[in-house]
């Protein structure tokens, strides 16, 4: 079963709203999880690193003021897309590692696909 | 900065044929190489993960290989089936553990 949970899995809402997207790992803790984009027919761009207890770290290009991050406990992290607008339009995916120094594959989520009016 | 290309960017074969998806990567300091799947409006699926000392994986119908020195991995799938068809991506993942994604290929298997 999944591993780690993205909730909501489809949100619609007018221009100017703010949406939070919800990453949990359910059955492990993660002190770090990624946050990806992913436009129509493109690939997944890394937007953010989560960090528990800490700052996010950002790539180049994104707007830290536009896109908040929360890692607030070992198995959540949000992420808020403040004052959307149709250019936000896209879908959403996390991840994170079980074990973070281990060779292992990470865990994605299901993705939240995000549509501004 | 690591950067990832994927080639065909779309190819439809008929049911039952061997095909190779390519991958090809810039920097050759990856910590391991990956093959995920995603179909339509969906999330991924891992396939297979190459480490970086490793040549090559197996799973099922799916062999993954992984050259380093020539930047280059590719992903073959045995008699394919109409239910292999979506979108593969590969990723590279750098010693920070985040992922570097290509463009993807989309398969489509004709019945």
């Known amino acids: 079963g999944a591993v780690v949970s993205q909730h909501p899995s489809w949100v619609i809402c007018k221009s100017g709203t703010s949406v939070k997207i919800e990453c949990r790992s359910l059955?492990?803790?993660?002190?770090?999880m990624f946050w990806y984009r992913q436009f129509p027919k493109q690939s997944l761009m890394l937007m953010a690193t989560?960090?528990?207890?800490?700052?996010?770290?950002?790539e180049q290009g994104v707007e830290k003021d536009k896109f908040l991050i929360n890692h607030a406990s070992l198995t959540l992290s949000t992420l808020t897309v403040t004052s959307a607008h149709p250019e936000d339009s896209s879908f959403y995916i996390c991840?994170?590692?079980?074990?973070?120094?281990?060779?292992?594959?990470?865990?994605f989520g299901d993705g939240t696909r995000l549509s501004i009016l | 900065k690591q950067e990832v290309t994927q080639i065909p960017a779309a190819l439809s074969v008929p049911e039952g044929e061997n095909l190779v998806l390519n991958c090809s990567f810039t920097?050759?300091?990856?910590?391991?190489l990956q093959w995920f799947r995603q179909d339509p409006g969906k999330g991924l699926t891992s396939l297979l993960l190459i480490q970086s000392s490793q040549r090559e994986q197996t799973s099922g119908r799916l062999n993954a290989s992984l050259d380093k020195s020539s930047g280059r991995s590719t992903l073959y799938i045995a008699a394919s089936q109409p239910g292999d068809s979506a979108t593969y991506l590969c990723a590279g993942t750098s010693s920070a553990r985040q992922l570097t994604f290509g463009s993807g290929t989309q398969l489509t298997v004709l019945p």
């Open positions: 991840s994170a590692y079980r074990d973070y120094l281990s060779n292992q594959p990470q865990h």
């Open positions: 059955d492990f803790q993660a002190t770090t």
């Open positions: 989560s960090n528990e207890g800490s700052k996010a770290t950002y």
């Open positions: 920097d050759s300091a990856i910590y391991n």
